[in-house]
């Protein structure tokens, strides 16, 4: 192995850790953010309730997407053009069909 090889892949597993930390610390949060507007709103504590749920609900929803941002970027930093493109296409679609789903 090149000393070029070793690099790639400590720096591999260093983004590979940094997505797991954020995805967990994200779900965490999304967690917390659910059981306490959940709690709100069985009290009927009116509208916060509600924004926490939403709060949580839209924290899962954007988490993978986060993730894909990150992968992205880490391979555009090491010239993967082949694995970039994919994870664009693949955010592409995501958005794209995120925004059908506004319209329609």
Not at 25 to 41: D, E, K, P, Q, Y
Not at 54 to 73: D, S
Request: net charge neutral; hydrophobic share 60%.
């Amino acid at each position: 192995m090149t000393q070029s090889t070793v690099t790639q892949a400590t720096d591999d597993e260093i983004m590979a850790r940094r997505i797991a930390t954020m995805m967990r610390l994200g779900t965490a949060v999304a967690s917390v953010l659910l059981v306490v507007g959940a709690i709100l709103a069985y009290t009927d504590a009116g509208l916060a309730g509600t924004v926490l749920l939403a709060g949580g609900c839209g924290l899962l929803v954007v988490l993978p997407i986060i993730r894909l941002v990150m992968m992205a970027g880490h391979f555009a930093r090491h010239a993967e053009r082949h694995f970039t493109a994919i994870t664009l296409a693949v955010l592409a679609l995501i958005l794209i069909g995120g925004a059908a789903g506004l319209v329609l």
